[in-house]
């Protein structure tokens, strides 16, 4: 069952990868995410390689969305820095992943310095 839900996500892969390509402004963050939720389930897989590749094409989007609007994009971003630390933590890569969380709480610490009342609960 499992390689059938991969098969669906890869397929809903190409659909969004071929809007992004012909309108990335509109299709960039459903893009990333379809990247993003891929990549877990092949983290899940124990395939790191796979996930290493979609979560870093997720975080190059979710990094330029991030710094066009920074107030919707910021939680996707975070997130994202998150999950692909995780991935190299799996990995005993815990240097690129201490880099990784470092960014995604400086970000949060910022946002948070900026505006309280927004970002208290943020990305717990």
């Known amino acids: ?3 059938r839900a ?3 996500y890869e397929k809903a892969l190409s659909i969004i990868e071929n809007l992004y390509q012909q309108n990335p402004e509109r299709w960039a963050g459903d893009y ?3 990247l993003s939720n891929l990549a877990g389930a092949y983290m899940n897989l124990n395939q790191y390689d796979r996930a290493l590749e ?3 094409k997720a ?3 979710r990094e330029s969305l991030y710094q066009q609007n920074t107030e919707i994009w910021a939680v996707y971003y975070v997130a994202t820095l998150n999950h692909l630390a995780l991935t ?4 005993n890569q815990y240097d690129r992943a201490l880099k990784l969380y470092e960014k ?3 970000i949060i610490e910022n946002l948070y310095q900026q505006n309280p009342e927004i ?3 943020c990305c717990v």
């Open 119 to 121: 970002w208290a609960g």
């Open 6 to 8: 991969l098969k669906l």
């Open 1 to 3: 069952q499992y390689d």
């Open 59 to 61: 975080l190059s989007i």
């Open 32 to 34: 990333a995410t379809i």
């Open 88 to 91: 190299y933590s799996d990995l």
């Open 104 to 106: 995604a709480l400086s």
């Open 54 to 56: 979609l979560y870093e």
